[in-house]
Nanobody
């Protein structure tokens, strides 16, 4: 099974930036899609974005398009989430995910056809003045 370790969360003011990192290890860690989800207090976990193993195919939630950028290193074992122009509503625990199956419909993540094989432990992001 793939193991995921996240880092980079913290407290930032509105309009600021943070970068999250997720290191994957184990069999198959450098293949398939990897991505990020987040869960705010009292809300369900939601998809943020994902990237394929080559870093050439990206998919984002509408709420973060134009503000968040996902990238993946050449080996494919590390995925980054660069978060700019952060808003208080971005406050959540952010989880790294390694997909065993990833699908999109009309260029949007399709949870009905996707499966997450491994989750990270989560890292807190707080956007507040």
């Amino acid at each position: 099974q793939v193991q995921l370790v996240e880092s980079g969360g913290g407290l930032v003011q509105p309009g600021g930036s943070l970068r999250l990192s997720c290191a994957a290890s184990g069999p198959g860690s450098n293949i398939y899609f990897m991505g990020w989800f987040r869960q705010a207090p009292g809300k369900e976990r939601e998809f943020v974005g994902a990237v394929n193993s080559r870093g050439s195919r990206l998919n984002y939630a509408d709420s973060v398009k134009g503000r968040f950028t996902i990238s993946r290193d050449n080996v494919g074992n590390t995925v980054l989430l660069q978060m700019d122009s952060l808003k208080p509503e971005d406050t959540a625990i952010y989880y790294c995910a390694h997909f065993s199956q990833f699908a999109s419909t009309d260029d949007r993540y399709d949870p009905r056809k996707s499966r997450v094989g491994s989750w990270g432990q989560g890292t807190q992001v707080t956007v507040s003045s």
